[in-house]
T-cell receptor
Framework: AQSVTQLGSHVSVSEGALVLLRCNYS??????LFWYVQYPNQGLQLLLK??????LVKGINGFEAEFKKSETSFHLTKPSAHMSDAAEYFC?????????????FGQGTILTVHP | DGGITQSPKYLFRKEGQNVTLSCEQN?????MYWYRQDPGQGLRLIYY???????QKGDIAEGYSVSREKKESFPLTVTSAQKNPTAFYLC??????????????FGPGTRLTVT
C-alpha cells in the first residue's frame, strides 16, 4: 500500500529564514503529489500539486515543491518565512491507478515561525 | 460563493449516543469523502462516495455509517459502536471520480467530543 512519510513532526524557523518541509513517498510508480496547509481548527487548503508536468511546482503564498523521482521525494520550500506561515502542513499522494483519487496523507508537520 | 459547509463546528455527545455530522457542497462535485483527524496521525479515510446512492468503505469505516441521497449532501453518522469517536472530522469533495490527479476541497471540519 502507498505510504507517505513526513520527516519531522515539528519544524521551527525564524521569520525571514528558509522553510523546508520534507515528504517522501513509497510507490515505485510516481504518484500524484499534493501539499495542503491547515490552520488551527480549520479545514485543509491546497498549496500546490504535482501531476507529471514540470517537476518544480509553484503554489500559493510563495511556496514551491520539487518532485525528485530518484529520491522519491516532494519537499516543500519557501525562501523566506512569514509569521502567517505558522500552520500544519500535510503531504498527500494519489495513485495513478485509482479511479476515485483516494488520498493517502502523511502525519503532518507543524511549522512554527519565530519573530 | 461555492464551497463545502459542515455543521456544527463543535459537537458534544454522551457515550452511547449516535450523532450525525452534516456535509453539504455546492461545487457540483461528483465525489465526496469523510476523514477523521487525530493529532500526529494525519487524515484517515472513513467513507467515500463517487456517485449518488453509492458509497464505499475507507480505511477506518467501523462504527460509522453514511448516506448519499443527493449529490450535494453526504452526512456521516458516528454510531455508539465507534470505540474512540472523539476527533476532528473533515468532509471533502472532488470534481471527478475518473481522475486521480484532481485535488480534494475540504470543509471547515466538525470537532466531536464524546464523554
Amino acid at each position: 500500500a502507498q505510504s507517505v512519510t513526513q520527516l519531522g513532526s515539528h519544524v521551527s524557523v525564524s521569520e525571514g529564514a528558509l522553510v523546508l518541509l520534507r515528504c517522501n513517498y513509497s510507490s515505485s510508480v510516481p504518484p500524484y503529489l499534493f501539499w495542503y496547509v491547515q490552520y488551527p481548527n480549520q479545514g485543509l487548503q491546497l498549496l500546490l500539486k504535482y501531476t507529471s508536468a514540470a517537476t518544480l511546482v509553484k503554489g500559493i503564498n510563495g511556496f514551491e515543491a520539487e518532485f525528485k523521482k530518484s529520491e522519491t521525494s516532494f519537499h516543500l520550500t519557501k525562501p523566506s518565512a512569514h509569521m502567517s506561515d505558522a500552520a500544519e502542513y500535510f503531504c498527500a499522494v494519489s495513485d495513478r491507478g485509482t479511479s476515485y483519487g483516494k488520498l493517502t496523507f502523511g502525519q503532518g508537520t507543524i511549522l512554527t515561525v519565530h519573530p | 460563493d461555492g464551497g463545502i459547509t459542515q455543521s456544527p463546528k463543535y459537537l458534544f455527545r454522551k457515550e452511547g449516543q449516535n450523532v450525525t455530522l452534516s456535509c453539504e457542497q455546492n461545487l457540483n462535485h461528483d465525489a465526496m469523502y469523510w476523514y477523521r483527524q487525530d493529532p500526529g496521525q494525519g487524515l484517515r479515510l472513513i467513507y467515500y462516495s463517487q456517485i449518488v446512492n453509492d458509497f464505499q468503505k475507507g480505511d477506518i469505516a467501523e462504527g460509522y455509517s453514511v448516506s448519499r441521497e443527493k449529490k450535494e449532501s453526504f452526512p456521516l453518522t458516528v454510531t455508539s459502536a465507534q470505540k474512540n469517536p472523539t476527533a476532528f472530522y473533515l468532509c471533502a469533495s472532488s470534481p471527478s471520480t475518473g481522475k486521480a490527479n484532481y485535488e480534494q476541497y475540504f470543509g471547515p471540519g466538525t470537532r466531536l467530543t464524546v464523554t
